[in-house]
């Protein structure tokens, strides 16, 4: 069973509300996930933006460890009846957060294979958020001609390399 506390339960009601809101009057919204569930011997994780009136059906980005993340509805109930092996099951990562609406996961997510990999993306990388990153010095690796392994934004840093 997966216990969400009183203020996560009514923060995920609270954003659907105005995510059905938002909808209803024509302007979507995209939230940022406030809940991430993971199952600690594989590769599943679902990251959730709602929790509907029922108290049971959430909503998110679902990953079961195909390579194909998607956006959907879930059971918390069905989530938190998963029994894996030595006793253990799925759990809540009390230490998530996320300032990146869903729909930024999802295509992150969607590109790299996992939620897994896309959270490590948008850790290392503020320039796949939209953050402009400061140019760097010209540099033999850098300079006029460009390098094969620099990014599109031009700016030096390369792909796939350390910050």
């Not at 998110?60 to 194909?68: H, I, N, R, T, V």
């Not at 033999?140 to 840093?157: E, F, I, R, T």
């Amino acid at each position: 069973m997966i216990v969400l506390p009183a203020p996560l339960r009514h923060a995920l009601r609270q954003q659907a509300a105005r995510c059905a809101q938002a909808e209803a009057g024509g302007m979507p919204l995209d939230p940022p996930p406030l809940l991430k569930l993971f199952n600690p011997l594989g590769a599943a994780t679902w990251l959730v933006t709602e929790l509907g009136e029922d108290g049971d059906t959430l909503f998110g980005l679902a990953d079961l460890g195909f390579g194909c993340p998607e956006l959907g509805h879930f059971s918390l109930g069905e989530i938190g009846g998963i029994r894996l092996p030595f006793g253990l099951a799925i759990e809540r990562d009390i230490l998530f957060e996320s300032r990146d609406p869903l729909s930024v996961w999802a295509h992150w997510a969607g590109r790299s294979g996992s939620i897994r990999a896309a959270e490590t993306l948008l850790a290392r990388a503020p320039f796949l958020r939209g953050i402009p990153l400061p140019r760097t010095a010209p540099s033999p690796a850098n300079d006029a001609g460009g390098d094969a392994g620099s990014d599109d934004a031009g700016n030096g840093h390369d792909i796939g390399s350390e910050p």
